[in-house]
């Protein structure tokens, strides 16, 4: 059974930083592409950012480059995201996800995607 496994969320205060892991077992994800999204109260799951099969591009919604980064660790299966100038508007629950297609390109759509974790919360305040 795969499992995607987000850890690291929690309460920050604006300015912090936080990073989230997610582990992945079950499967290797090693050569597939892998992506977080983030769901907001009242609002739609987004795209946050994806992360080649190589490890070597990265994609960001335009809003969050600079301040979040996606790496991977192969030996480890395990996806993070750093994040860092965390603002009140970056709360929500941080889901990560990987493509079930072996050497795929990174993707923004969540249709793209057929593995996903339950998610962890991040909240900001201000």
């Known amino acids: 059974q795969v499992q995607l496994v987000e850890s690291g969320g929690g309460l920050v205060q604006a300015g912090g930083s936080l990073r989230l892991s997610c582990a992945a077992s079950?499967?290797?994800?090693?050569?597939?592409?892998m992506g977080w999204f983030r769901q907001a109260p009242g609002k739609e799951r987004e795209f946050v950012a994806a992360i080649s099969w190589t490890g070597q591009m990265t994609s960001y919604v335009d809003a969050l480059k600079g301040r979040f980064t996606i790496s991977r660790d192969k030996s480890k299966n395990t996806m993070y995201l750093q994040m860092s100038s965390l603002k009140p508007e970056d709360t929500a629950v941080y889901y990560c996800?990987?493509?079930?297609?072996?050497?795929?390109?990174?993707?923004?759509?969540?249709?793209?995607?057929?593995?996903w974790g339950q998610g962890t919360q991040v909240t900001v305040s201000s």
């Open positions: 079950g499967r290797t994800f090693r050569n597939e592409a």
């Open positions: 996800a990987g493509r079930g297609l072996r050497f795929g390109p990174t993707s923004e759509r969540q249709s793209d995607y057929d593995y």
